[in-house]
């Protein structure tokens, strides 16, 4: 598993994710060191941004296959005209380009781990397919009849109720009851409220080395506001506002989304449109994402634009037409106490 495959797990050790004193953490401690001595597959569940394949790769390091192989699949990603030649491998001159033979995921992960993310979004006429393999770990690559025998650890990531999808059919019970021998459930940050500041001080100094910044201390009566809150992207949220703490220099960077929860909700993970093209999404991201930055080192510098220009490395005419194409307030606005919204002269 790459760092682009999975921003959570840049610049650190899987075992960061599971810093903390809480009893949630401390179970899935447990956990993890049970499941490592055994070699039954593993179901790891739970919400988006909760560090399931980061657990899966601890409970990877803790077992006896650590020093083998650990392979990790997307499946929501992997094509299915190409399920097959992705997980099971193809030889040459099984498809037209096939030049030369290319071992598939299973045969990647041998005597190591074969990580399945995402499981619950497996089209179903795939699912009966990646079945027959795990029923003894044989493969026959694409153009091929050969069978081939591996010896892969079995771990699957979910964030859907699969419970659910047997019950409305569209999970086979059979591969459900196969990949679910031990489950984890990883728990929400919402229920380790007491990690959050020690998990909040690990990010700040892991990026503050990264950045070469130094942000003063964060003070008691934010950090009682990062406790409060409500966590709706996990993990990866409270890692994006610890990279926004160390870039804008401090609390002023944050403090305004904290107070603001609907603020925050940019950085929880978002729903996606399964009928927009990848390109808009894409697009549509990235102009929130611009937006939140240049309204929050505005707030940093008091609302001066020239500043905030030049913090962005921006011309400040660039600035004044991303404002206007943002749809922000070409001045900042205060309500004062029995009249209307009127705007600050603020500065440039």
Known sequence: ???????????????????????????????????????VPVLITGESGTGKDLAARLLHEMSRRGRYNMVKVNCPAIPAQLFESELFGYDAGAFTGAKSGKPGKFEQANHGTLFLDEIGELDF???SKLLRALQDFRIVRLGSVEERQVDVRLICGTNRNLEKEVANGTFRSDLFYRINVLKIEMPPLRDRAGDVPMLFEHFVALFSNQFGRRP???????????????????????????????????EDGILPSLRDPQEMNIFATQAIDLNTPLRIQTRKALQTLERRIILDVLRAHKWNRRKTARSLDISYRALLYKIKEAGLPPLRTVKPRNTTTLPDIGTE
């Open 1 to 39: 598993m790459t760092p682009d495959q999975n921003p959570l797990a840049e610049f650190r050790h899987p075992q960061d994710l599971l810093i903390g004193q809480s009893s949630a953490i401390r179970k899935i401690w447990e956990q993890l060191a049970s499941a490592a001595m055994t070699e």
């Open 125 to 127: 006429a795939l699912q």
């Open 216 to 250: 003063e201390p964060i003070s008691k009566s934010a950090l009682k506001l990062l406790e409060a809150y409500h966590w709706p992207g996990n993990l990866r949220e409270l890692e994006n506002l610890a990279k926004r703490y160390v870039v804008l220099g401090g």
